[in-house]
């Protein structure tokens, strides 16, 4: 069983390997042909570039870096040059036609947008390699090898760990748990991996590749960096769920909980999505929630979906039913788990691939009050920033009160979309739990966190007076809840950042919390009496 | 200001103090040689085995005490002069007070074997234990386990979280023979075996042997057994930790005798939790209850006579709970290891032999006595109602859903273990369903 386990991790580190390995190979062959496409495609208007792009790069081949760098080196270049020209004009004046041609020639560089939306297209048409020539190889030696690692590394405790129970042995004393050398080093691969998914796709061509097949059967589309996203977040999701299975075999709301919560993943967030695109509808995810899903009433998702008939129209009203309806009626009778760890996709993740870090999140008062404004300074946020967007597009006006729209939406999907929810949210896993995300920036949660705290019938219930203060539940609390202070005074736990997971239920030695749906008549028992002794009633 | 100094900073002394200030503005002093602050003894084992750092078994964070005013002082009391109300510490000084506290725990019991004073011999109460037991760890191969409780069973799964041998020596036929029952004695000692605990049963320590370096090397049994190991557990309960208080004034028993408001018969000294023995338990309990729950109650009790509203200590039923390995166990009410002549009972076990659920009662008039419950959670509130509302048997088996407590969708035994009833007492009965207004006692 130990060696099939070593065997297990070796074959996955393999896999790794090879996913990480190929994004150094493979050349980039500029034909004149294909240089051309992009310009026209891009709207390139700067001769300048053109010219010097022709000279330097056409009929040559080059490596992802070494295309990808001149690319832009030639951009700015073209740029400052025509820059140069309009500041002269101006002093001059009485050019204003020149000067608008001119202006239309600069080619913006922005280091978040640049690789993503200038030179990934042309790097992605131009490639050659072994992943793009042999792609359900590529798939089987990335994917394929550390799936399979993955699962023959995972199954075997089934027999080593003994009999079901909890199995939390040795977690703050292994490197890869304890915010040791073995966790830095995933931190770091997670958070290189974000950012070159959101701001530098071009360098991840050939595990897009490596995707290619599977997106032809699914959508008929070829891969983007979203579809691989999407297809690593099912892998590991569902990887990570046969882990889950079993860890907690002996306890049924886990199995269920993490069954329900891979299953909307896989079905909601990746297969119903991508045959929508099949028969040519609006990619679209029946679950995912505004605000958490900031680009629900944007202008361009707002008009694909009015332009996709009535099943476009119906998805418009249902966005809008689910997040003023469907997901208050739904916390007040089962609390927000229903949606943080039963069937978000972030949720999923931190359920499944986070559950070995759900320990390192920070239980301190002063962690608290720090969540507290920040979580909801994003749901403000984000409510402004939607706000602005849909005045916008029923009025027309460019900006309101003085702030552009546009940069309005950029800022907060660069800062909150992908810094905070991707690149800190998921890699910081290792260092500060699985759930820094959902914990203080997911606006949603914060929304439903208010109608968990206001109105709810879900609460953990304290057992009488059979707490030992031990510090399990706070411990392995992935919302950094101290639920023992409530506990050991015999108090129910009403929070409104408690996702229901219900692992500091699994992990009590003595029985003490139950999550329960009830009469919310005396949820919150301020005045909480320990049973056990008679006659005095205390404030604790 | 009223000085109350209080001695030992476990649950009792602990609970007293928060207790004093949420009353009181009194000047409040925790003295204690073990650590800087209050941490949780009951979870030491999760300590070593990795589930939790040392951090996370405080209770309280580290502000706290100041933002309580509650002073915190690192020192060993050598002695106490209650005439001049002065405590003498280890590092010299000397310190005042107008009321004392004596929360000083309980330490393992040796019975006088020889070798029990050896080198990696030694039980599992202080933190200095855990980190005594973490040095002889890395070059131990087997320990052998004295006495068949609760800390035996703890040190044992810690052991085998680190891939070393146990060696478990119990005096009685089964596991905890002293208070469980015989059929839940045998459904642990099963489930100890299940993790490969190597259990010895009737079978009691003689000797303990030396190494060169004045290490154990191996035990010899009363049936003079020897059995090669590097670490001897004693886990054959705790007595009082009154050493340093023989040669004093205040009257010593097998801890610091007390009355129903847990004064000492020395004026302004007052003892609680483990080491503090009634004269006469005012409920008619054990004078010695060595459970984290009586020193939590003891402290609430006390803070309210040092504040001036004299309160007798009154705990209400019995309860308890603790965790063999894998399996939950609590129980409420008595259920003594042996069937008294007035008592009948109900047992009902899960053929899967792990999860169990014994209810004990009156004889002549099915009155509910106790609960015993392994692997099924039960709801306080709900059985101690059933218990001191003197609810009968019929009653109980019929309400049973209201007293689960197990996670959602946990496979639930209320019809199974109702058609046993059924069957033993020739009724037809049916289980209710769970209602919250009998659980909350709404209405």
Redesign the interface.
């Known amino acids: 069983m130990k060696l099939i386990k070593n065997i297990g991790l070796l074959i996955c580190i393999t896999g790794f390997s090879f996913f990480i390995g190929s994004i150094f190979i493979g050349e980039y062959h500029l034909s004149q042909e294909k240089f051309d496409n992009w310009i026209n495609n891009k709207g390139i208007k700067s001769e300048i570039f053109i010219a010097d792009a022709s000279n330097q790069l056409v009929g040559k081949t080059f490596s992802a870096f070494a295309l990808s760098s001149k690319l832009i080196e030639l951009a700015e270049k073209s740029s400052e040059i025509h820059q140069t020209n309009i500041q002269k004009w101006q002093t001059e004046g009485g050019q204003d036609e020149k000067i608008n041609k001119e202006w239309s020639k600069v080619i913006w560089i922005d280091w978040s947008k640049v690789h993503k939306d200038f030179t990934f297209p042309l790097l992605q048409s131009t490639i050659n390699s072994s992943a793009k020539n042999n792609q359900w190889l590529a798939f089987f030696l990335t994917f394929g090898l550390a799936i399979i690692g993955g699962l023959l590394y995972i199954i075997p405790d089934f027999i080593l760990l003994?009999?079901?129970?909890?199995k939390?042995?040795?977690?703050?004393?292994?490197s890869a748990t304890n915010r040791g050398w073995g966790g830095m080093l995933v931190a770091a691969f997670f958070i290189i991996f974000y950012f070159l998914l959101y701001f530098f796709p071009d360098f991840l061509i050939n595990p897009i590749l490596a995707t290619n097949p599977i997106s032809l059967a699914l959508s008929g589309n070829s891969a983007s960096q979203w579809f691989m996203y999407g297809l690593i977040y099912c892998s590991v999701m569902t990887v990570f769920a046969v882990k889950m299975y079993v860890k907690y075999r002996?306890?049924?709301?886990q199995v269920?909980r993490t069954t329900v919560v891979w299953f909307f993943q896989i079905a909601f967030a990746f297969l119903i999505p991508e045959m929508l695109v099949r028969f040519n509808q609006p990619w679209y995810d029946f679950k995912n929630a505004w605000p958490l899903n900031y680009t629900f009433f944007f202008d361009w998702n707002i008009n694909s979906l009015l332009d996709s008939g009535n099943l476009g129209l119906f998805m418009l009203v249902w966005g809008i039913l689910l997040t003023l309806v469907v997901i208050p009626v739904m916390v007040y009778f089962l609390g927000k788990r229903w949606y943080c760890s039963w069937v978000c996709g972030c949720g999923g993740l931190a359920e499944t691939l986070g559950d070995p870090y759900r320990?390192l999140s920070d239980k301190?008062?002063k962690a608290w009050k720090f969540e507290r404004y920040i979580i909801h300074l994003v749901l403000v946020f984000a409510t402004v920033m939607t706000g602005a967007t849909l005045y916008t597009y029923f009025s027309g006006a460019t900006t309101v009160l003085g702030v552009q729209t546009t940069s309005l939406q950029s800022w907060y999907g660069f800062w909150i979309g992908s810094i905070f929810a991707g690149v800190i949210g998921t890699g910081f896993y290792p260092i500060m739990g699985n759930r820094v995300w959902c914990r203080f920036g997911c606006p949603l949660a914060a929304y439903l966190g208010l109608v968990q705290k206001i109105k709810s019938r879900f609460r953990i219930?304290t057992?009488?007076?059979?707490c030992?203060?031990?510090?399990?539940c706070?411990?392995y609390c992935e919302m950094g809840i101290d639920v023992?202070?409530y506990a050991?005074k015999g108090q129910n736990i009403v929070r409104s950042s408690c996702v229901g997971c219900?692992v500091c239920?699994?992990?009590c030695?003595?029985?003490v919390l139950?999550?329960?749906n009830?009469?919310d008549?005396?949820r919150v028992n301020d005045n909480p009496i320990?049973?056990?002794?008679?006659?005095?009633t205390?404030?604790s | 200001m009223e000085h109350v100094v209080i001695i030992g900073n476990g649950?009792a002394g602990t609970t007293t103090a928060r207790?004093i200030r949420?009353l009181s503005d009194k000047k409040i002093t925790i003295i204690s040689a073990e650590t800087d602050h209050f941490f949780?003894r009951?979870?030491l084992m999760?300590i070593y085995?990795?589930?939790?750092?040392f951090e996370?078994?405080?209770?309280y964070?580290d502000w706290f005490w100041k933002k309580n005013r509650i002073n915190l002082l690192r020192a060993f009391v050598q002695n106490i002069d209650p005439h001049k109300k002065e405590l003498k510490l280890n590092n010299g000084t000397t310190l005042a007070y107008d009321k004392l506290v004596l929360a000083v725990g309980s330490k393992p019991n040796k019975f006088g074997w020889p070798g029990q004073d050896l080198d990696a011999v030694q039980g599992l109460y202080s933190y200095q234990d855990l980190e005594r037991m973490e040095k002889y760890s890395p070059t131990t191969k087997r320990a052998v386990i004295v006495g068949g409780g609760l800390i035996g069973v703890e040190m044992a799964e810690m052991f085998l979280?680190r891939g070393i041998k146990v060696t478990f020596l119990v005096r009685e036929n089964r596991f905890w023979g002293g208070v469980l029952p015989e059929k839940e004695g045998n459904l642990i000692s099963r489930?100890l075996k299940?993790?490969h605990v190597d259990l010895h049963f009737e079978t009691e320590l003689k000797e303990i042997i030396a190494d060169e370096n004045g290490r154990v090397k191996h035990i010899i049994t009363k049936n003079d057994k020897q059995i090669e190991c590097e670490f001897v557990g004693l886990t054959a309960g705790v007595s009082p930790n009154i050493a340093f208080l023989k040669d004093g004034d205040i009257a010593l028993n097998r801890g610091i005798l007390v009355n129903e408001f847990l004064e000492t018969n020395t004026p302004d000294i007052y003892a609680l939790g483990d080491c503090a023995e009634f004269h006469k338990h005012p409920t008619g309990r054990k004078n010695l209850e060595q459970v984290?729950?009586t020193g939590?109650?003891m402290g609430?009790?006390l803070a309210?006579t040092i504040c001036d509203n004299k309160?007798?200590?009154?705990?209400?039923?019995w309860?308890n709970?603790?965790?063999f390995?894998?399996i939950?166990y609590?129980t409420y009410g008595w259920v003594f290891a042996q069937l008294q002549n007035s008592e009948a009972e109900f047992y009902w076990e899960h053929q899967n032999g792990k999860i169990c659920l014994h209810l004990v009662y009156d004889k002549t008039n099915k009155k509910l006595l106790g609960i015993n419950t392994f692997g099924i959670?039960?709801?306080?509130?709900v059985c101690?109602r059933w218990i001191t509302g003197e609810k009968t048997m019929d009653y109980i088996m019929q309400h049973l859903k209201d007293a689960n407590?197990?996670?959602?969708?946990?496979?639930q035994y209320e019809n199974e273990i109702m058609n046993q009833y059924n069957q033993k007492n020739g009724t037809n009965l049916r289980v209710k369903k769970r209602d919250?207004k009998r659980?909350?006692a709404?209405n």
């Not at chain 1, 057992?463 to 059979?466: K, L």
């Not at chain 2, 085995?49 to 750092?53: D, F, L, R």
């Open positions: 003994g009999p079901a129970g909890i939390n042995n040795k977690l703050f004393q292994h002996h306890n049924l709301y269920i320990h301190s008062l219930t057992n009488g007076g059979q030992i203060s031990c510090g399990n706070s411990t023992r202070s050991q219900g239920s699994a992990v030695p003595r029985g139950k999550l329960e009830a009469p008549i005396d320990l049973i056990g002794k008679e006659k005095i205390l404030n | 649950i207790h949420k949780s009951t979870a999760y085995m990795g589930h939790m750092k996370d078994t405080k209770p964070e979280s489930h299940e993790h984290w729950y939590r109650m609430e009790t309210q309160t007798a200590y009154r705990p209400g039923m309860f709970s603790a965790k390995f894998d939950e609590q959670r039960m709801r306080h509130e101690e407590f197990d996670p959602e969708f946990f496979k919250w659980i909350f709404l």
